[in-house]
């Protein structure tokens, strides 16, 4: 299995509160991606770092913010929490050595179950 | 606008029998498929993979092929296994480093 750490499992949380969620991998891949999913969804792509500093938005960025400040990290916020971000966060990697096909697969966190109340 | 759909929710198969999972897609600047399995309270893994200038990947009960011109892919399973009960995202990727584009999963059920 990727070497990859999510915390919290579990978060219960208030509207209007700020949130951040942790991934942490021990692949030293350069790829780091956060995705939510929610039931009627497949997974969707909120934001990815494609190295320490470089970060770029996904399909579902608003409301949200990262930081990669180290490879081995890349930290979701949730800046002011709302019910519409209840949902289950997973984070992946993917490695940048490798044929073409290699370096499209994914590897996924167990993900963070968020609650916001 | 879906991009990559599995149309079919569920699926049920009877343990030995093979499984087909479908998957179709509309952007034709997709290079690379994938098919993810997911059990619950755990994150997607990784099961097959392929690229567009493919038609076949197989890896042991597990393959996927690809028609480029229809834009659909299937997975079959066989034989299908109780394990195998899951949910199966199909995934799609224009390039490396970049979103991967997900249906919204099939569940499959297999029973013995």
């Known amino acids: 299995d990727a070497g990859i750490t999510q915390s919290p499992r579990h978060k219960v949380t208030e509207t209007g509160t700020p949130v951040t969620l942790r991934c942490h991998q021990t692949e030293n891949h350069r790829y780091m991606y956060w995705y939510r999913q929610d039931p009627g969804h497949g997974l969707r792509l909120i934001h990815y770092s494609y190295g320490v500093k470089d970060t770029d938005k996904g399909e579902v960025s608003d409301g949200y913010s990262v930081s990669r400040s180290k490879t081995e990290d890349f930290l979701l916020t949730l800046e002011s929490a709302t019910s519409s971000q209840t949902s289950v966060y997973f984070c992946?990697?993917?490695?940048?050595?490798?044929?073409?096909?290699?370096?499209?697969?994914?590897?996924f966190g167990a993900g963070t179950r968020l609650s916001v109340l | 606008d879906q991009q990559v759909k599995q149309n079919s929710p569920s699926l049920s198969v009877q343990e030995g029998r093979i499984s087909i999972l479908n998957c179709d897609y509309t952007n034709s600047m997709f290079d690379y498929f994938l098919w993810y399995k997911k059990y619950p309270a755990e994150g997607p893994t990784f099961l097959i993979s392929?690229?567009?200038?493919?038609d076949k990947n197989e890896d042991g009960r597990f393959t996927v092929f690809l028609n480029k011109s229809a834009k659909h892919l299937s997975l079959h399973i066989v034989p299908s296994q109780p394990g195998d009960s899951a949910v199966y995202f199909c995934a799609a990727s224009a390039t490396a480093g970049t979103a991967l584009i997900f249906g919204k999963g099939t569940t499959l059920s297999v029973s013995s």
């Open positions: 392929i690229s567009s200038i493919k």
């Open positions: 992946a990697i993917s490695p940048t050595s490798g044929g073409n096909l290699a370096k499209n697969i994914q590897y």
